[in-house]
């Protein structure tokens, strides 16, 4: 149609890495010209030191005349993004928040389960669209590896640490397993913040 303007689709960035912030990227390539791009928190783990070549599989949005750029480093969390988001309401940032907890893995995992509790634990995501989620794509997964679903310790403390935990920046699944190796030697750290937290800071990756 005359007058549109049809907006390039980017599909992988390659270049220099020039910033780098829990969410977010900057990827100058060619010609000085430096892409503005969302990123999920373990994809910002596996970035290389500023300044480094890196290379990101990208997810394009296009909206009016405005493009978003959401990027990943591996390829099987861009294409679990791009089934996320077409889940009635799961938006793109949600579907980086959701990234962001749950590797693509334990993602599927929970989702074929039909874990509900481990879908709930992700901000923004509440009963109703973690229903939703597993019932628009439980049949809709075949093609990705699934994790375990490994059951996590409980106690009055648990909950809280894992908060604190990924409020800086660390992996759930991560700060899961820290949480219950720490409980796996000492379980009365289950009922204690300060010891439980403190412990699981010392293994985790």
């Not at 503005?36 to 928190?41: A, D, L, R």
């Not at 994809?43 to 990943?72: C, N």
């Not at 699934?146 to 991560?174: C, F, H, K, M």
């Amino acid at each position: 149609m005359l007058g549109t303007r049809i907006l390039p689709v980017i599909a992988h960035l390659r270049g220099k890495l020039i910033h780098k912030q829990p969410g977010r990227a900057i990827v100058e390539t060619g010609g000085g010209v430096g892409y503005e791009v969302t990123i999920t928190i373990p994809s910002f783990t596996a970035l290389p030191a500023l300044g480094e070549p890196v290379a990101l599989h990208i997810h394009t949005q296009v909206r009016e005349d405005q493009l978003a750029l959401f990027g990943f480093h591996e390829l099987d969390e861009k294409r679990l993004f791009e089934r996320l988001i077409g889940v009635t309401g799961v938006g793109p940032r949600l579907a980086i928040t959701l990234l962001s907890g749950l590797t693509p893995e334990r993602a599927v995992a929970s989702i074929r389960a039909q874990d509900h509790a481990s879908l709930t634990r992700i901000p923004g995501v509440g009963k109703k669209l973690a229903e939703r989620l597993v019932l628009e794509l439980k049949d809709k997964l075949d093609d990705f590896a699934a994790a375990p679903v490994v059951a996590i310790a409980q106690g009055i403390a648990v909950e809280d640490v894992l908060s604190a935990l990924t409020n800086l920046g660390y992996q759930r699944t991560s700060a899961e397993k820290s949480v219950q190796v720490a409980i796996e030697k000492d379980e009365s750290l289950a009922a204690d913040f300060d010891r439980l937290f403190r412990a699981a800071l010392k293994t985790i990756r």
